[in-house]
């Protein structure tokens, strides 16, 4: 048997431009962070906000990641994602609330439980809710982008509206639990305890995601229907369910972020979600629609931008998110990771 | 012999409002080749999307192994054992050719024999295992998307145009797998333009037109008869 | 001439034609059929509501672009006329300048958002529309020495057109210069709606409309799509911004809750869908419908919360601040079930 005429050598060639073509994005938040310090001047409080930043950009990314997916897979752009963020902090501080003793204690092992089965039943209930959302708000538009916005967004309206019936029309404040509060101080600067766990928990989340999306199975189905949705399901594999799984993971992955959220904030209110979407899309939009590492990159370089820039001139913060996002378009109109689509 | 593999009863296709089936009657014999030919245009690609289901067909019949599967979504009919080489590839260009190649396994993980007797049949694909598929040329993402399509066990293959744009060297590498797939009693449904190609592994030919089928029969007859050729597809096949 | 007036573009149902004709009838003579302050700050906001959801529906119903910006346009006209009036001084100059550079801001605005997000997918702009527009809310809030933030600003306008002006009786109305003003929304109000019924009929709606059914074809056809959609943006942001300018000389105040929040830009959705998407009298009959539920309807819940207050959860269902909760609902089902709205309904209801 003869084999193919070998393309070797141009095959290293491109593999090579390739691989530099997709570091760049990454090496774009060391960058920022540089440039950050360089701006700011004194190291200690650009510590401060570099951790601030990341521990908002790793929120922003557990929001952005299911929205990201969810297009990636179905062509389907939810614009009622922030709805599950709202539920899923009002359920969270519910839970928190209810369990007053335990977060009011010093003991680490008491408030994490707490804020442990915070999460779960937050995401219990957005993940129930994502459920109910694809199948009565989504599924009947497939295939329709505008009838998709308006659909969602009418979707968004009406959860916001019921958190108002079911928690009253006020914001709820609320305190962390008494181990997260306050700050260890390194190098002469203050980082807060909770951001640092926020750090944390993205950055595992992230590396769990990756792992799933990489090495399994599922993984596979996901990143390749991503790519060619009708070539996976010829494949013999039934689309629409890993669809329905990665809305229902999406969506308590945006009610986790809501809990974060809110005691990061240490105040909820319905229309939470509804102001985070817009850098939930920013993220989505720089990252590439449909790309997890894309989402992940933008949501650190829109964190850090918009503690830096908070920093420096408070008034422009949204709006140097903004300008982060027209610079990148400008760079690459499809966003830093592209989704290959074939069509 | 036995009742066919696949057979389409007057089967039409709409495409938008384009009326593109316009009654196909096709039957695929077991364990052959069969060649779709025909015009650019008459149907040929819509006719496997059809028998796929990735275009719904309006009316008429799809029997595969005597079950109708006219209404099947897609994926169950890949996994009823109909493996499909679309004409674009459908290559997943950001997986590695393994994890394509893990991806042709809906079942289960590509057994160990399998995996061999397909990197004999295309030895690129070992090369490159590790690769992404998006580096790979076009001939090797085209032996990829055959032999993604049988990293299972399958009865009926449908194989859109394997050797479009491809040097003469990996047509004949591609003829030699599609028959040693023949040999292990898969039925194969091919849409081929080139006629020296379609001669050599053809078993049976269809011919389409204007979104029917007008001709079928012994592969071996259409290729002797040039009048038949000139009168069926416009031009003789022998020019090419 | 009538029908040279709507372009050819007749309502071609009877119920409609006579709803559009009684929605004209009562909003010419709004001042001498109806009495006291509150309808006429109705039928003014209802013109002024026509105009900015017909322009709207030049973008969603002919284009197929869904927008969250239009009311940072809509804002952007009437912050216009607010800070000329506030730092030239009352005066008709004043307004004038302030609506013409508020409608150049929305143009400028327009075409950037445009050139950059629909070159590459017209459901960007949907998102990047949300993002910028928001970014504008905060900014006006946030650079209060200039909007006067949170609060908004309030102004004079030329004394010829406020209550203080009188001239008189007629019809038994006293005729006052808030009356002028009132003829002043009205005609300009129904100029534009005329203007953009001729623009939705002309060569370049047929095209903008052939883009909508399926951009790929109109691409090979060789109609550049990106040019036409953005042309279409900036078209409707200069209404939009109009309109604006014509509610600031409304009201003589403007503020980020009047014009530039998100519950207006709903309210726009609402209109333009219920009434019809891609027929123009659909924002006719959406805002007509709308505003009129939005003055007295809410009454009614309120009234209807209060009977029921003995019942658990129905009260806080039927508080008039879940007003938006039944919109949204209403909103989606008319989405679902009645995507032609009002007004394809009523024409689908004649040739049938």
Redesign the interface.
């Given at each position: 048997m003869t084999a193919a005429p070998d393309h070797k050598p141009t095959f290293a060639q491109i593999s090579l431009i390739e691989q530099l073509d997709k570091a760049l994005p990454i090496l774009l938040v060391p960058i920022l962070v540089v440039l950050g310090f360089l701006a700011i001047g004194a190291p200690s409080s650009w510590l401060t906000l570099t951790v601030s930043g990341l521990a908002m950009g790793m929120m922003i990314f557990i929001m952005a990641s299911g929205l990201t997916l969810v297009f990636g897979l179905m062509d389907v752009i939810n614009f009622g994602h922030g709805a599950f963020v709202s539920v899923g902090a009002f359920v969270g501080i519910s839970v928190l609330i209810a369990l007053g003793e335990w977060t009011g204690t010093a003991s680490l092992l008491l408030n994490i439980s707490a804020v442990f089965l915070a999460v779960v039943a937050a995401m219990a209930v957005t993940g129930v809710m994502g459920w109910g959302f694809e199948r009565v708000i989504v599924k009947p538009v497939y295939g329709a982008h505008l009838k998709q916005i308006l659909v969602t967004v009418g979707g968004l309206i009406v959860v916001e509206q019921l958190i108002h019936v079911v928690w009253g029309p006020d914001e709820i404040f609320i305190s962390r639990p008494e181990t997260l509060k306050g700050a260890i101080t390194f190098a002469g600067a203050a980082v807060e305890k909770y951001r640092l766990l926020a750090v944390g928990v993205g950055l595992v989340l992230f590396l769990a995601m990756r792992m799933v999306l990489r090495r399994t199975k599922i993984g596979l189905i996901v990143r390749a229907g991503v790519e060619n949705g009708p070539m996976v399901e010829a494949l013999g594999y039934r689309l629409r369910m890993v669809f329905i799984g990665v809305f229902v993971a999406g969506s308590a992955l945006a009610g986790l972020g809501g809990v974060m959220w809110g005691l990061y904030q240490e105040v909820i209110t319905a229309g939470m979600g509804e102001k985070m979407m817009v850098l939930v899309f920013i993220v989505a939009i720089i990252g590439g629609l449909g790309s997890v590492e894309g989402a992940f990159i933008g949501a650190l370089l829109v964190g850090l931008m918009q503690n830096y820039v908070a920093f420096l001139e408070p008034k422009l913060a949204l709006v140097s998110n903004i300008a982060l996002m027209t610079a990148i378009l400008m760079w690459r109109p499809q966003g830093m990771l592209p989704v290959v689509k074939a069509k | 012999m036995s009742d066919p593999i696949l057979s389409l009863n007057a089967v039409h296709t709409d495409i938008a409002q384009y009326h593109i089936l316009q009654g196909v009657d096709l039957a695929v014999p077991r364990g052959q080749v069969t060649m779709l030919l025909g015009r650019n245009g008459v149907g040929k690609t819509t006719t496997l999307k059809t028998i796929?289901g990735?275009w719904t067909a309006k009316s008429g019949e799809i029997l595969f192994d005597g079950q109708d599967i006219t209404r099947m979504?897609?994926?169950a009919r890949?996994?009823a054992g109909i493996g499909?080489v679309?004409e674009?590839m459908?290559?997943?260009?950001?997986?590695t050719v393994e994890?394509?190649m893990?991806?042709?396994c809906?079942?289960g993980p590509l057994d160990p024999n399998r995996k061999a007797w397909l990197l004999?049949?295309f030895?690129?694909l070992g090369t490159?295992w590790h690769?992404?598929a998006?580096?790979?040329?076009g001939?090797?993402k085209q032996?990829l998307s055959i032999a993604?399509a049988m990293a299972e066990d399958r009865e009926l293959y449908l194989i859109d145009e394997p050797t479009k744009g491809l040097?003469p060297?990996?047509v004949?590498?591609m003829a030699?797998a599609l028959r040693e797939l023949k040999a292990q009693g898969a039925s194969i449904l091919l849409v081929e333009q080139n006629f020296s190609v379609a001669k050599a592994l053809g078993d049976t030919a269809a011919v389409m037109d204007d979104g029917r089928v007008i001709w079928s029969g012994a592969m071996a007859e259409l290729a002797e008869n040039n009048d038949l050729q000139e009168r069926l597809m416009g031009l003789s096949m022998e020019a090419h | 001439m009538i029908v040279k007036l709507l372009s050819g573009d007749q309502p071609r149902s009877k119920v409609l034609t006579t709803l559009l004709l009684l929605i004209l009838i009562c909003l010419a003579g709004a001042p001498f059929i109806f009495d006291g302050v509150r309808p006429l700050d109705t039928a003014a906001r209802i013109c002024i509501f026509i105009v900015l959801v017909a322009s709207y529906d030049l973008l969603l119903g002919y284009g197929g672009i869904v927008s969250f910006a239009h009311t940072m346009f809509f804002g952007l006209g009437a912050y216009g006329v607010a800070l000329a009036s506030t730092h030239m001084g009352r005066g008709f100059d004043a307004l004038l300048v302030g609506t013409i550079s508020g409608a150049i801001a929305a143009v400028v605005l327009a075409l950037l958002i445009g050139l950059f997000s629909l070159r590459v997918r017209a459901i960007f702009f949907a998102m990047i529309t949300l993002a910028v527009a928001s970014a504008v809310a905060v900014l006006v809030s946030q650079f209060s020495g200039i909007t006067g933030g949170e609060d908004g600003l309030t102004y004079k306008i030329p004394r010829v057109l406020t209550s203080a002006n009188r001239m008189g009786e007629f019809l038994g109305t006293r005729i006052s210069g808030k009356i002028l003003n009132y003829y002043l929304v009205f005609t300009a109000s129904l100029i534009l709606f005329l203007l953009l019924l001729r623009i939705v009929n002309s060569p370049f709606g047929r095209v903008l409309q052939a883009i909508r059914e399926n951009d790929f074809r109109a691409e090979a056809i060789g109609y550049r799509v990106v040019w036409y959609r953005t042309v279409a943006t900036c078209l409707s942001a200069a209404t939009a911004a109009v309109a604006g300018s014509l509610f600031a000389i409304w009201l003589r105040y403007v503020g980020p809750d009047t014009t530039l929040s998100f519950e207006i830009m709903l309210d726009i959705l609402l209109m333009v869908v219920i009434g019809g998407m891609g027929t123009m009298y659909g924002a006719v009959i959406g805002a007509t419908l709308f505003v009129l539920a939005q003055t007295y309807l809410q009454n009614f819940m309120g009234s209807a919360s209060e009977a029921t207050a003995a019942l658990p959860l129905i009260p806080d269902l039927l508080d008039p601040d879940r007003w938006l909760m039944w919109l949204g609902i209403l909103f989606i089902l008319s989405v679902y079930f009645f995507p032609t709205g009002i007004v394809g309904r009523l024409r689908q209801g004649r040739s049938s």
């Open positions: - | 796929m990735q979504p897609v994926s890949a996994r499909f679309p674009d459908g290559i997943f260009h950001d997986l994890e394509n893990m991806l042709g809906a079942s004999g049949a030895p690129a490159f690769s992404e998006g580096n790979l040329s001939g090797q032996m993604r040097a060297a990996i004949s590498t030699q | -």
